[in-house]
């Protein structure tokens, strides 16, 4: 069997390796680019440079979270109270008393108010 002979020049072959390697760095290095793109850090690390618009972003977003949590918190209470008014409109012998109760000291309540 005769063997194969590379026609290049070893020196092109170590260049042609190096021009491949070249090219696997410089896609790693867009792909980190890219990635860090997405990431949005220089918006981070610029916001850390400003710590006034860091605690107004944040003092925002608290406020934002605390409305959202009062509005949810009365909207289930609601939905509570109207469940717990419909089931003790049905009278149910030991459960209906318990739960009027409770109404009456949340109506209470909310009259105070």
């Not at 390796?17 to 990431?39: C, V």
């Not at 860091?54 to 609601?78: E, K, M, P, S, Y």
């Amino acid at each position: 069997m005769a063997e194969r002979k590379d026609t290049k020049d070893p020196a092109e072959h170590a260049e042609m390796n190096e021009e491949e390697r070249l090219n696997a760095i410089h896609r790693m290095l867009t792909d980190i680019a890219q990635q860090l793109e997405k990431s949005r850090i220089a918006d981070y690390t610029q916001l850390l440079n400003r710590p006034w618009r860091l605690i107004g972003t944040n003092l925002l977003a608290g406020t934002a979270r605390g409305v959202g949590i009062a509005l949810g918190f009365t909207f289930f209470a609601a939905t509570i109270i109207y469940v717990l008014q419909a089931l003790g409109a049905l009278n149910l012998p030991i459960i209906g008393d318990y739960i009027a109760d409770i109404v009456r000291i949340v109506q209470r309540q909310l009259e105070l108010r």
